[in-house]
């Protein structure tokens, strides 16, 4: 019996001793606890952001006295493109049921007997008198409804010396390009519209490359962008976009209006950054970075290229409606205006009316162009800079002088860019689909 006892107790200390050694290599157990998940709390405008209302109060922001003046503006242009076609049909008629045209053509061939020389004494007579012709509607539309809107700032002779400078580079641009026309229809005869299409194109191109250098300046002075944190912005944005810049540039475009603008300009090596100093005094920074953003999109995107190919398609086809209408009426009546073939300088009148009358048809086909290529730019702005608030509140002041809420059809036939609804709603849609996202939540609240 004293044996049992004394195994029972020997068993009871060691495996005493083998509890106290596990429980000192385990050390202490912590007690259960329930899992409690932690989530941030959205703040208020961001949990229940509507997409709709916020475009809907961006546009409410415009008042309805401010919005009848911009869409009157806007709208007064659809009136004023047909009245422009109008006026150079009867400038043309002018020219040529007086053979007016004729003897302009007849005083060149009289100062010299070659005609490679003729087109350049004709074209300068011609835009003389047809620049004359068309400046009461000139003056009303650059100067006397500019200022009706409130959109210049200029007294009548600053308006009339950058019109004679604009006038000067008009001259000289198309005496060249009309020259070289004239030149491929001697040679070419009835493909010249073929051949004139690449003609055209070329000059776009070389107009592109030296513009933003030789003629940019003469009308607005060009100065580096002092050294600051949005310089350094831009230029971030510039290299980490692979865009060939290495300043920044702002113009004084205030002298002449209150809009804002900024482009990306130049081809071959003249790429320039610019902006004007109204986008810097009337914007705030993130503003000037969205603004900067869908300027830089053209550029990465090769917007410059595209441009020139889908504008070259359309100078193609409307070369060739000149050049059937141009044979049609010349049979007809070329007898009375004293015009013999297409390679005549004295029938350039018929050419720039039959052209205009394109030109007018063609509207749709020209704006799609131009505006595909602004959504394009707007969508790689809000990607790059993601300011899409910023973006909303810029596209209100360009509605100053553009119709923010146009009809689906209208925006189609009429605006070369997106309507501002059409260019908020991307914002806001873009928005929605960022709205986890740290920046865009730290970012401001969008109005609902």
Known sequence: MAKAVWRFVALFVCVLAFTTSAQAQQGPM???????QVGQLLPPGVENFNQQKAVNAYLARVSPKDKARSDAYFEGGYVLSVVDTVYTLV???????????????????????????????????????????????????GF????????SNQTFLQWAAE????FGVGLISFTILLTLLYAVARVAKRSWWLWGTGVTVVFMAAMIMIGPVYIAPLTNHYTPLPESGLKSSILSLARANDIPADNVYTFDASKQSKRISANVSGLLGT????????????????????????????YVIGHVTVLL?????????????????FRWLTNIFGGNWDVRAIDDPAGLPLVMALFSVFMLLATPAYNTIIRTQEIQADMF?????????????VTLKLGEY???DPSPLEEFVFFDHPSGRTRITEAMRWKAEHMGDPDVLSGPLSPQ
Request: charged content about 10%.
């Open 91 to 141: 400038v043309a008629a002018l020219l040529l049921w007086f053979r007016a045209s004729a003897a302009m053509r007849n005083y060149a061939a009289s100062t010299t007997r070659w005609c490679f020389l003729q087109v350049p004494i004709y074209v300068v007579q011609y835009m003389v008198v047809t620049t004359v012709a068309g400046l009461p509607l000139a003056i009303y539309e």
């Open 163 to 166: 019109f004679g400078i604009n």
């Open 30 to 36: 912590a007690a259960p606890t329930a899992h409690v």
């Open 144 to 151: 006397v409804r500019e200022h009706a809107y409130g959109l």
């Open 271 to 298: 790429t320039r950054i610019s902006l004007n100093d109204n986008l810097l005094n009337r914007c705030t920074p993130s503003e000037v970075m969205a603004v900067m953003g869908h300027e830089m999109g053209h």
């Open 381 to 393: 702005g809000l990607n790059a800079v993601r300011q899409p608030d910023a973006f909303a509140t």
């Open 402 to 404: 553009r119709k923010l």
């Open 309 to 325: 190919i889908m504008l070259g398609l359309l100078a193609m086809v409307g070369f060739a409606f000149v050049n059937w209408g």
